[in-house]
């Protein structure tokens, strides 16, 4: 079956330095992947797109790879900010459905 | 327009009982997905609307879960004989064009069974 992997572990940084958050997937091959940002007691807030054809994608502070042999993404965040403190969900799509990670929390101390 | 809106945002009911939420999409949207989401897991896809057309219902998790989007404006999402099993997050999202583009999420309605 279907299995999406993300660190179960909070992740812990210090403002200022690049966060990465990594996304394991197995028994799928997406067409594209999506990241989201969650905050406690609200709904998940779109980031960036990747599709399977595309290596790299940047927006702003945010960086995401997309290795469809390795099948991994990577997903970071430069110049970490206090601000940046959450639950981040990566989600595979093919059709026209997502099936998301568990997510993992990022932390960023001042 | 303000983004996806659901109600209400708790719903406390007791066991047995039948609930019924509403989603109010982005209004140009053509999309409309229903997600469950339980503490510690991700959004659980549930079904999903191509205007009025439910496309995909399969993965509703029991014939007791049913949802509806008479004119192709807003959503229903009826539980009814509620479980304690079926408390959780329920998450409305809504997308324009086709599968792959972005989802916005609504803030969720937390439903609590007792």
């Known amino acids: 079956s279907q299995k999406i992997e993300q660190n179960s572990e909070a992740l812990n940084i210090q403002e200022g330095k690049t966060a990465t958050l990594t996304c394991n997937y197995t028994?799928?091959?997406?067409?594209?992947l999506q990241w989201y940002r969650q905050d406690p007691g609200r709904g998940p807030v779109f980031l960036l797109l990747?599709?399977?054809?595309?290596k790299e994608k940047r927006k702003e502070r945010l960086k995401v790879t997309f290795d469809t042999t390795l099948k991994q993404s990577l997903f970071h965040i430069t110049a970490s900010q206090p601000a940046d403190s959450a639950t981040y969900l990566c989600a595979l799509g093919g059709d026209s459905t997502l099936t998301f990670g568990k997510g993992t929390m990022l932390l960023v101390s001042p | 327009d303000t983004g996806v809106s659901q109600n209400p945002r708790h719903k406390i009911t007791k066991r047995g009982q039948n609930v019924t939420f509403r989603c109010d999409p982005i209004?140009?949207?053509?999309?409309l997905y229903w997600y469950r989401q339980t503490l510690g897991q991700g959004p659980e896809f549930l079904t999903y609307?191509?205007?009025?057309?439910?496309?995909?219902k399969s993965r509703l998790l029991s014939d007791r879960f049913s949802a509806e989007r008479p004119k192709g404006s807003f959503s229903t999402l009826e539980i009814q004989r509620t479980e304690q099993g079926d408390s959780a997050m329920y998450l409305c999202a809504s997308s324009l064009g086709a599968g792959g583009n972005e989802q916005y999420f609504g803030p969720g309605t937390r439903l609590t069974v007792t």
């Open positions: 609307f191509q205007n009025e057309a439910q496309l995909e």
């Open positions: 028994n799928y091959s997406p067409a594209y």
């Open positions: 209004s140009e949207h053509n999309r």
């Open positions: 990747i599709r399977e054809n595309e």
